[in-house]
Structure formats: structure tokens, C-alpha cells
């Protein structure tokens, strides 16, 4: 069957279809420009009223993929009664086992609760429906009762930039469960009423005594002191953790867990240069780079090592290459070095990866400007408003390259967007002004000007440029005042002067024309000169 529908849809080339109103129409796919909303045309289905605000829409077609985004009415009525968490992996997503929802005492309405297989299950990953809609994301998971907690989305922006930013801890909570795992196989500690409390307790005392007590009562087990130092740092008690920490490492420095554990700490309490360190020392230990390049790369960067940080980067996207936020990560750095063509390259793998990213758009829109490559900047900042219709800076940004494109008529629109925005924007009414001077529109201009200077009466440009339109308009008095506001709020800038001299000379004002053209001469005497002699031929 055949639609015509209202959305975005991703290519697999990472190309963006604008696609417009809900009617019949021919059977075919056509690509228009993003910032043209002619209609478009697509094959497939969709599981949602086209009149809602969201859409699961699966295309078909010789290059496109799917773009899913469901909204929280449309399940799980819809959707089916069995539920599914896939296993990240470096390929695309499997699923593992069914879940079903379980009803808990008491009423949360940001999560749902699910009980089925844990042990495979990552914070950070997406739970779906029988029709393959991502409806939330783990947030907690309880290993001993089979149950799984999940943060519910609430819209389309969220599907994957919440999974992503859980993910990114994802490695931590391995290494964690990686020491849990430890301890367990140690009889003697895992029979304990004080190891049973320290992963299954709720409460922030009754986690800290049970660490406390641990410790006690076997200072000589390194998994004891590694477990206690987990469970703080899970309480943001950082220097006991830290402590901890330490004396698992001192007593056990064979085992690599313990100092991507005391990374953990340090990078919590953001210090850089040490957990390099102890990153480092996991690496010799054994670690690979899928569990600590990532963080490593965030370390290098804060600290200013460009080089080596993309270099983690790179190394851990060969693991991972569906970690978003990694490749916005190298994009930023890349830019930090100067490296655009690099930037584009990173910001738009991540763009493919999640075509709702906003960072991963402004990263490729940005770079794009600083390469003066317009066209592709253009559709960068279009993509990023209709991600972000209301975002005023995304609706500048795109006026100002449309404008580098000569595309005058959509640049003014762009910045009629901005003021409607935000009306007190000075610089979107000075822009809007001086495109409406060039269309013609005069009183347009003119009541956009008057907006930016009241709105800053500093403003030297806005006074400039409106001095000259009263002076198109023969009001020459008002042209006066606004220049000379001008030269107030411009000081060193001579253009004011020029025109008041010249304004003053056309209305035989001589003796103010004599006083401004002393004063141009103090401030350029060779152009005073040329001026002195073009006015002597003039009123001859």
C-alpha cells in the first residue's frame, strides 16, 4: 500500500527525506531537498494513527531503512503482552529471552517493572515490544528476583540518546559484577549475612554498615576490600571508596578489576592524570581495550592529549562501533584539533547510527561552517531544526550560511523564526532588518532595526545601519541622531563620520561638516584630504 506521510526518514547512505502531509498518491519514493516541504511519497506500513504525533514507520525501498519512533499511548495495547531486551553487540542487536511486565506495591509512573532471564542484561539497554518499539531503557537491574526496572520514554528524542549515555557506564557495571562474581566464589564471604546485605540492600546506611562490617571481618581478602569499595562508590562515599580501593590493589595487583574500579573513583571525582594511571596499569594487568579505551579517552582528553585520546577512541570503536556518544566524543576532539574533514567523518557515523542526535548535527554543522562548505551546513542546520523547531541559535545559525548561499529570501525567514522565538533577540531583528532593507521592504527594516537598538541602545551597528535607511527615506534629522550614536558606540570606526560629514555638506551645514571632518582627521588625515577635495569639486 501506498502514503504520504509527515516525518523524517533515514537512508542507509545517511541521506534525510523531508516527507509531508497524510493522502494517496503514486507508488514511488522521490528525494527533495530538507529545507523544501514538498510532499514524498513512500511504500510500507505504519502501526499508529498518521494524525498522532509519532509514527512507527518501516519503508521499503532500494536504499531506505526504517526509522522507529513510537509513542507511549501506542503500547502496550498495541504492541503485544511479551517484551524483549536485546544484547548490545558490535553487530546489529539479537534478542535473548521474553519478559513480562510484573505489577509492584507501589505506583511509579516514570518506570515499568518486568521479570525474566539477567543474567546477559546491560544497563542501558532498550526493552521492545512484539512489533519491535523501543518503549524504555534498563536503568536496574535485580540479578537474585529475576526483575529488570525500566525508565519509560517519553518521545521520540530520547530512544536512543538516553540507551546511549546508560551504555556508556555499561563496561563499569561488567567490571563490577566482574568482582560481585569474585566474591561469590569464596564460600567463606559468600555465605555471609553481610555480603547478602551489601548487593541486596536499598537503603544507603544499611549498604554503608554491611561494607563497614565486610572489612572487618576479613581484612586479609582483597575481593572483600574491592566489593566494599564498589558498594561506597555506588553511595558517592569517594574517599572511603578510594580507600578501599587502594587496599585491594595493594594486596591483589594482578587483578585488573580492582584498578578499573579505582578509575572509576578518580574519574568521578575528575581526576584525570590518575586514573590514566590506573587505567594503564589494567591495561598490563590484562584489560582489553572494549573495557577501558573509552574511559581512557575521556581522561586524554580532559587533559589536553588530543592525539592520544582519538587514538583510545578509535581503538574502542573497533569493539563497539555502535557506542554513539564515542563517535561524537572524537568528532569534538577532532575539532578541538582542527581536524573538520575528521570531525564530519566521526559526527556523521554517529548521525547514521542516531539520526536524532542533536550533538552529532551541530558537531556536522559547525565543522561544515568552518570548511565554508554552505550547501552541506545548510542541511546540517535544517536537519537540526526539525530536531529542534524551537531552538532559536539553530534557526540563526542556518540564516547565516543560507545567507552565505545567496538564498536571501529563506536566510530572512530563517531569521523571522529567531524573533519570533525569542523577541528579544537583538541580533535576529538587526538580521531580519537588513534583509528586509535589500528585499525593498523599508518600513519593514527600519521597525527591525528600532527593535535591536532599543533592545541595546550600545548597539553601534544597528544605529549605523539605521541612520542609512532614514537616510534612504529623506529623513535626515533622525539619520543624524543615529549616526552619531553610531560613532559613541563605535569608537575607532570611521564610517560614521564619513557619512555625517557628507549628510551634513548635502543639508549646507557647514560649520558641524567642518567640526566632523576635524575630527576625521585625527583619526585618518590622507582619507579627511580626499574627502575635503571630492567635496570642493562637488559644490562647485
Not at 510484573?102 to 532471564?117: Q, R, V
Request: proline share 5%; net charge neutral; with cysteine.
Amino acid at each position: 500500500m501506498t502514503h504520504w506521510i509527515r516525518g523524517i526518514v533515514l537512508s542507509a547512505d545517511g541521506k534525510v527525506l523531508t516527507l509531508s502531509d497524510v493522502f494517496n498518491g503514486e507508488r514511488k519514493i522521490k528525494e527533495v531537498k530538507r529545507w523544501d516541504f514538498r510532499p514524498v511519497q513512500y511504500i510500507g506500513w505504519i502501526v499508529k494513527d498518521p494524525e498522532k504525533n509519532f509514527l512507527l514507520l518501516q519503508v521499503e525501498g532500494k536504499s531506505l531503512s526504517a526509522l522507529r519512533i513510537v509513542s507511549r499511548e501506542s503500547w502496550p495495547a498495541n504492541g503485544g503482552n511479551e517484551f524483549y531486551i536485546p544484547v548490545p553487540t558490535p553487530e546489529e542487536p539479537r534478542r535473548i529471552a521474553k519478559y513480562v511486565p510484573k505489577e509492584m506495591p507501589e505506583k511509579d509512573n516514570e518506570h515499568l517493572f518486568f521479570t525474566g532471564p539477567t543474567a546477559s542484561v546491560l544497563l542501558g539497554s532498550p526493552i521492545i515490544n512484539e512489533k519491535g518499539q523501543t518503549i524504555g531503557i534498563v536503568d536496574w537491574i535485580d540479578i537474585q528476583n529475576s526483575l529488570v526496572r525500566v525508565r519509560v520514554l517519553d518521545g521520540p528524542l530520547e530512544i536512543l540518546d538516553k540507551a546511549d549515555r546508560l551504555v556508556e557506564f555499561a563496561f563499569w557495571q561488567e567490571n563490577l559484577e566482574a568482582i560481585r562474581k569474585k566474591g561469590e566464589q569464596n564460600s567463606l564471604l559468600s555465605s555471609s549475612t553481610q555480603w547478602r546485605n551489601l548487593w541486596q540492600g536499598t537503603q544507603k546506611n544499611e549498604i554503608e554498615k554491611s561494607a563497614d562490617i565486610l572489612i572487618q571481618l576479613y581484612p586479609k581478602l582483597d575481593v572483600a576490600w574491592a566489593a566494599a569499595s564498589a558498594n561506597y562508590l555506588r553511595l558517592s562515599l569517594w574517599d572511603k571508596a578510594d580507600f578501599a580501593a587502594r587496599k585491594a590493589i595493594a594486596m591483589n595487583s594482578s587483578d585488573y578489576h580492582y584498578p578499573v574500579l579505582f578509575a572509576q573513583i578518580l574519574i568521578g571525582r575528575k581526576e584525570w592524570n590518575p586514573a590514566i594511571d590506573a587505567l594503564l596499569q589494567a591495561r598490563e594487568e590484562g584489560a582489553l581495550s572494549k573495557e577501558i579505551a573509552y574511559p581512557l579517552g575521556i581522561c586524554l582528553y580532559k587533559i589536553g592529549q588530543y592525539e592520544k585520546a582519538v587514538e583510545e577512541l578509535k581503538s574502542y570503536v573497533e569493539n563497539r562501533p555502535r557506542h554513539v556518544s564515542a563517535w561524537i566524543l572524537m568528532g569534538e576532539i577532532y575539532q578541538k584539533m582542527h581536524h573538520w574533514e575528521q570531525a564530519i567523518s566521526a559526527f556523521t557515523k554517529a548521525a547514521r547510527l542516531n539520526p536524532q542526535s542533536i550533538r552529532a548535527w551541530v558537531g556536522m554543522a559547525d565543522s561544515y561552517r568552518e570548511l565554508s562548505k554552505w550547501e552541506q551546513a545548510s542541511e546540517a542546520y535544517t536537519e537540526l531544526s526539525l530536531l529542534e523547531p524551537t531552538n532559536g541559535a539553530v534557526w540563526y545559525n542556518l540564516g547565516l550560511v543560507l545567507l552565505k548561499m545567496e538564498q536571501e529570501k529563506f536566510a530572512r525567514a530563517c531569521f523571522m523564526r529567531v524573533i519570533e522565538l525569542n523577541p528579544k533577540d537583538r541580533d535576529g531583528w538587526f538580521n531580519f532588518g537588513v534583509l528586509s532593507q535589500r528585499a525593498g521592504e523599508r518600513l519593514v527594516a527600519m521597525d527591525a532595526y528600532k527593535k535591536a537598538v532599543n533592545l541595546d541602545p550600545d548597539f553601534g551597528i544597528g544605529w549605523f545601519n539605521l541612520g542609512c535607511l532614514y537616510q534612504e527615506l529623506h529623513l535626515y534629522p533622525e539619520a543624524i541622531e543615529a549616526w552619531r550614536k553610531a560613532e559613541k558606540s563605535l569608537p575607532g570606526d570611521i564610517r560614521p563620520l564619513i557619512n555625517l560629514v557628507f549628510l551634513e555638506n548635502h543639508l549646507h551645514d557647514y560649520s558641524q561638516r567642518d567640526k566632523d571632518l576635524l575630527k576625521l582627521e585625527g583619526m585618518d588625515p590622507r582619507l579627511a584630504q580626499q574627502i575635503r577635495f571630492k567635496m570642493a569639486t562637488m559644490n562647485r
